[in-house]
C-alpha cells in the first residue's frame, strides 16, 4: 500500500502524432481515438484549425465512450515522445491532376514536417500518407536518417481493400470474406495479384473469367482518381484514414500482422534503394520482416517497371529540393 507521501503513480499512455489536419489526417485522429488506440496529437500549419477539431472530437468523447486525449497544435513541441508520427500533410490531388502532379509541393512540404517531428520524437515510428505516397516515403527516409524498420508509406493496405471492395461488389460477397493484396507503387503502375485473391480460400480465378478480373484491376489502379473525378473538391480521406488506422493498431497492439507496406528495399525482389510495397509484418518495432513472394515473371516484371517509375520520381524530386535549398 502507497503512503500519502509517494509521488503519485502516472501511467504513460502511447500518443500518435498526425501531421496534416485536413480530411485524411483529422478522420484517422477520429477513428484512432475512437478506438482507444492511443492519446492524438493533431498538427497543422493554420492556427485554431487543428485546436477546433480537436475539440470537437473531445467533445464526443462521452458518446463515443472513450477517455483518449487528443491535442490540437500548430508547435511541434506538442508532438514530444510520439511513439508513431503519421505525415498527411500537402496538398491534395484535383481532377484532371496525378499524383506526380503533387511531387514539387509536396516534397517540400513532407521533409520539413519529417525533420521537425524527428528532432522531438527521436525513438518515433513513422508512416507517410502524403502523395506521391512511395517518392514521399523515400524523401522522409532521408531526411530522418531513420532505420526502414521505422519508416513505411501507406498504400497497399489502402489498394488491397479497393480490390476486396471490388471483387465483393461484382460476387455480391461480405467484403469481409474477400482477401486480396496490391504491391508496387502508389499509382497506375499498382500490381494487384490477381492470383492471391480469395473468397473464403476460395481463388477468385475460379469465381470470375479474366476478362472480369482484368476489369476490376484496372478499377484498383484508377480507384483514388475516380474518386477524385466524383468529387471534384478533394479526394478519398475515409478509406485512406481506415487504411492507416489498421498499420497504427498492428504498430501500437504488437499483432504481427502481414500488410501490403510501403518500404525500402535493400535487395528483395531483385530491387534496392527504392521504396515500394511489398508484404510485411508490423509490429511494436515497426516493420519486423519483408516477406518475398514467388511471382512469375510477368508479375516481377509489373513490380520492375512500377519501382523504375518511382526511382525517376525520386530523383526528380531530389533534384527539385536541390534547387529549391540553392534559391
Same mark, same amino acid.
Given at each position: 500500500?502507497s503512503?500519502s507521501? #509517494?509521488?503519485?503513480?502516472v501511467?504513460s /499512455?502511447?500518443?500518435v502524432?498526425?501531421? @496534416?489536419? !485536413?480530411?485524411? !489526417? ?5 477513428r484512432i481515438a475512437e478506438?482507444?488506440?492511443a492519446?492524438?496529437v493533431?498538427?497543422? &500549419?493554420l492556427e485554431?484549425?487543428p485546436?477546433g477539431l480537436? /475539440?470537437?472530437l473531445?467533445e464526443a =468523447?462521452g458518446?463515443?465512450?472513450?477517455n ?8 511541434? &513541441? #506538442?508532438?514530444?515522445g510520439?511513439q508513431?508520427?503519421? $505525415? ?7 481532377p484532371?491532376m496525378s499524383?506526380?502532379?503533387? *511531387? ?5 512540404i513532407?521533409?520539413e514536417?519529417a525533420k ?6 527521436p525513438?518515433?515510428?513513422f508512416?507517410v500518407v502524403t502523395n506521391p505516397?512511395?517518392v514521399?516515403?523515400? *524523401?522522409a527516409?532521408?531526411a530522418t ?10 498504400a !497497399?493496405v489502402l489498394d488491397s481493400?479497393?480490390?476486396e471492395?471490388f ?5 455480391g460477397?461480405l467484403p469481409?470474406d ?5 504491391l +508496387?507503387?502508389? @499509382?497506375?503502375l499498382?500490381v494487384?495479384?490477381s492470383?492471391?485473391?480469395?473468397v ?5 480465378t475460379e469465381?470470375?473469367d479474366?476478362?472480369t $478480373?482484368e =476489369?476490376?484491376?484496372e478499377r484498383?489502379?484508377?480507384g +483514388?482518381?475516380e $474518386? ?7 479526394g ?10 489498421v ?5 501500437l497492439l504488437?499483432?504481427?500482422?502481414? /500488410? ?8 528483395e525482389?531483385g530491387l534496392?534503394?527504392v521504396v515500394?510495397?511489398?508484404p510485411c =509484418?508490423?509490429g511494436c +518495432? @515497426?516493420i519486423e520482416s519483408?516477406?518475398? /513472394?514467388?511471382?512469375t515473371?510477368?508479375e516481377?516484371e509489373a513490380l520492375?517497371?512500377s519501382?523504375?517509375s518511382?526511382?525517376q520520381? $525520386? =530523383?526528380?524530386?531530389q533534384? &527539385?529540393?536541390a534547387t529549391?535549398?540553392k534559391?
Amino acid at each position: 500500500m502507497s503512503s500519502s507521501s #509517494d509521488p503519485p503513480i502516472v501511467c504513460s /499512455l502511447p500518443r500518435v502524432t498526425i501531421i @496534416g489536419a !485536413g480530411r485524411v !489526417g483529422s478522420t484517422l485522429a477520429q477513428r484512432i481515438a475512437e478506438k482507444n488506440l492511443a492519446d492524438v496529437v493533431l498538427l497543422d &500549419i493554420l492556427e485554431g484549425m487543428p485546436q477546433g477539431l480537436a /475539440l470537437d472530437l473531445t467533445e464526443a =468523447r462521452g458518446i463515443e465512450l472513450h477517455n483518449r486525449q487528443i491535442i490540437g497544435t500548430n508547435n511541434y &513541441i #506538442d508532438t514530444s515522445g510520439s511513439q508513431i508520427v503519421v $505525415i498527411t500533410a500537402g496538398i491534395p490531388r484535383k481532377p484532371g491532376m496525378s499524383r506526380d502532379d503533387l *511531387l514539387k509541393t509536396n516534397a517540400k512540404i513532407v521533409v520539413e514536417a519529417a525533420k521537425n517531428a524527428i528532432a522531438h520524437s527521436p525513438n518515433a515510428i513513422f508512416i507517410v500518407v502524403t502523395n506521391p505516397l512511395d517518392v514521399m516515403t523515400y *524523401l522522409a527516409w532521408q531526411a530522418t536518417g531513420l532505420p526502414r524498420d521505422r519508416i513505411m508509406g501507406m498504400a !497497399g493496405v489502402l489498394d488491397s481493400a479497393r480490390f476486396e471492395t471490388f471483387i465483393a461488389l461484382e460476387l455480391g460477397v461480405l467484403p469481409a470474406d474477400v482477401k486480396a493484396m496490391v504491391l +508496387g507503387s502508389h @499509382g497506375d503502375l499498382m500490381v494487384p495479384l490477381s492470383r492471391y485473391a480469395t473468397v473464403n480460400g476460395i481463388p477468385v480465378t475460379e469465381l470470375l473469367d479474366a476478362a472480369t $478480373i482484368e =476489369r476490376l484491376v484496372e478499377r484498383t489502379r484508377n480507384g +483514388g482518381a475516380e $474518386i477524385v473525378e466524383l468529387m471534384q473538391t478533394g479526394g478519398a480521406f475515409f478509406a485512406p484514414a481506415s487504411a492507416t488506422s489498421v498499420m497504427v493498431e498492428s504498430i501500437l497492439l504488437n499483432q504481427s500482422r502481414l /500488410l501490403p507496406v510501403a518500404v525500402y528495399l535493400e535487395g528483395e525482389y531483385g530491387l534496392t534503394d527504392v521504396v515500394i510495397g511489398v508484404p510485411c =509484418r508490423l509490429g511494436c +518495432g @515497426g516493420i519486423e520482416s519483408v516477406l518475398e /513472394l514467388n511471382l512469375t515473371d510477368e508479375e516481377t516484371e509489373a513490380l520492375h517497371t512500377s519501382a523504375e517509375s518511382v526511382r525517376q520520381n $525520386i =530523383r526528380r524530386s531530389q533534384e &527539385i529540393l536541390a534547387t529549391t535549398i540553392k534559391a
